[in-house]
T-cell receptor, first 111, second 114 residues
Framework: DQQVKQNSPSLSVQEGRISILNCDYTNSMFDYFLWYKKYPAEGPTFLISISSIKDKNEDGRFTVFLNKSAKHLSLHIVPSQPGDSAVYFCAANLRDYKLSFGAGTTVTVRA | ETGVTQSPTHLIKTRGQQVTLRCSSQSGHNTVSWYQQALGQGPQFIFQYYREEENGRGNFPPRFSGLQFPNYSSELNVNALELDDSALYLC?????????????FGSGTRLTVV
């Protein structure tokens, strides 16, 4: 039962440009959404989160947008940097701290 | 402040064997969760422990079991290993609070079943 989906397995973007990662979910009861970043041979690192009662959260170069009516969220990275090349996972939580993850999107930032 | 540490980092086992993976949670974190990440997929929730009690379980068979110790460290045990158990096993710790700040993940144990 895939409740969180990332339909783009990969994204290539030029350094300095905007990266937009998308995520869809099916369970309207999710109350927190998170983005994690993962480098090879490392565990996922928490990037940014958003509560279901908000529609935008910003932290430096990273902004997450939530559209509850469409059950869709997105992560914007501006400007993209070479160090942003990694796998990005979208995850959702049901107030019980168990996360449902998407399959991930591999971002490659080209110089 | 130390993060989440897992051991071993890599492991090769034979089908039918048993394996124990270990996790030390981040200082001050009393909740530990285990996730399985198969190749090309996102992490899948196995179970969570809070104050030494299982606090929820995902869609994994009973041969996946766990323990949490008084110091909040944890073990994941898998019996009768199958080829499909080959995956990265991630441990994550957290502190339940009114605001959800997410988990701190360890680097994982790469299990290969042959």
């Amino acid at each position: 039962d895939q409740q969180v989906k990332q339909n783009s397995p990969s994204l290539s973007v030029q350094e300095g440009r905007i990266s937009i990662l998308n995520c869809d979910y099916t369970n309207s009861m999710f109350d927190y959404f998170l983005w994690y970043k993962k480098y090879p041979a490392e565990g996922p690192t928490f990037l940014i989160s958003i509560s279901s009662i908000k529609d935008k959260n910003e932290d430096g170069r990273f902004t997450v947008f939530l559209n509850k009516s469409a059950k869709h969220l997105s992560l914007h990275i501006v400007p993209s940097q070479p160090g942003d090349s990694a796998v990005y996972f979208c995850a959702a939580n049901l107030r019980d701290y168990k996360l449902s993850f998407g399959a991930g999107t591999t971002v490659t930032v080209r110089a | 402040e130390t993060g989440v540490t897992q051991s071993p980092t890599h492991l090769i086992k034979t089908r039918g064997q048993q394996v124990t993976l270990r996790c030390s949670s981040q200082s001050g974190h009393n909740t530990v969760s285990w996730y399985q990440q198969a190749l090309g997929q996102g992490p899948q929730f196995i179970f969570q422990y809070y104050r030494e009690e299982e606090n929820g379980r995902g869609n994994f068979p009973p041969r996946f079991s766990g323990l949490q110790f008084p110091n909040y460290s944890s073990e994941l045990n898998v019996n009768a290993l199958e080829l499909d158990d080959s995956a990265l096993y991630l441990c994550a710790s957290s502190v339940p609070s009114g605001e959800f700040y997410g988990y701190t993940f360890g680097s994982g144990t790469r299990l290969t079943v042959v």
